[in-house]
T-cell receptor, first 115, second 109 residues
Framework: SQTIHQWPATLVQPVGSPLSLECTVEGTSNPNLYWYRQAAGRGLQLLFY??????ISSEVPQNLSASRPQDRQFILSSKKLLLSDSGFYLC??????????????FGDGTRLSIL | GQQLNQSPQSMFIQEGEDVSMNCTSS?????WLWYKQDPGEGPVLLIALYKAGELTSNGRLTAQFGITRKDSFLNISASIPSDVGIYFC?????????FGTGTRLKVLA
């Protein structure tokens, strides 16, 4: 069966510091991968998605970037964190079958606090 | 772009009551998904609907794919405290899903 891992679970970082959040998927190949951010009590904001190695689509301009160095690895990065980068970051995966995107499955999230 | 509106935004209910929520889209979908997010965790898929008019159950949860293909409904029967959380609907875009704004459910014991 497929599993998704995100780490770390929580992170406290000072303003201006770099960021690296990692997400890996096991038990499948060539998944679509996604990064979302969720502000407290709010909905899901899609940040980036990837349909293959090295292919990154950005949904909103911001202080963050994403990379997919391997088929089942998705990394969210920042060179200099802002206070507004605080939030709950979720990674998700799905599969394409024919022309249909199958349901997404989410990781447990990373709670990022910027001080 | 496509938007999904969920109603109500939040609700308080008594334990044992039935709950209804809905999701509407500005465009037609061929798939509707319903997720639940517990506090501090990632959303979990509850029900997937693939056909207009389809009615699917998962325990005390029942979801329906609206005939117009622009809406979907989720019902929870006999709510219990662990039903607390945020319920999201979602519909497919290109290589991704569009999520609704969520319905926050709080159950009063």
């Amino acid at each position: 069966s497929q599993t998704i891992h995100q780490w770390p679970a929580t992170l406290v970082q000072p303003v201006g510091s770099p960021l690296s959040l990692e997400c890996t998927v096991e038990g499948t190949s060539n998944p679509n991968l996604y990064w979302y951010r969720q502000a407290a009590g709010r909905g899901l904001q899609l940040l980036f998605y990837s349909v293959g190695i090295g292919q990154i689509s950005s949904e909103v301009p911001q202080n963050l970037s994403a990379s997919r160095p391997q088929d089942r690895q998705f990394i969210l990065s920042s060179k200099k964190l802002l206070l507004s980068d605080s939030g709950f970051y979720l990674c998700a995966w799905s599969l394409e079958t024919g022309r249909t995107t199958q349901p997404q499955h989410f990781g447990d999230g990373t709670r990022l606090s910027i001080l | 772009g496509q938007q999904l509106n969920q109603s109500p935004q939040s609700m308080f209910i008594q334990e044992g009551e039935d709950v209804s929520m809905n999701c509407t889209s500005s465009s037609i979908f061929n798939t509707w998904l319903w997720y639940k997010q517990d506090p501090g965790e990632g959303p979990v898929l509850l029900i997937a609907l693939y056909k207009a008019g389809e009615l699917t159950s998962n325990g005390r949860l029942t979801a329906q794919f609206g005939i117009t293909r622009k809406d979907s409904f989720l019902n929870i029967s006999a709510s219990i405290p662990s039903d607390v959380g945020i319920y999201f609907c979602a519909g497919p875009g290109t290589y991704k899903y569009i999520f609704g704004t969520g319905t926050r459910l709080k159950v009063l014991a």
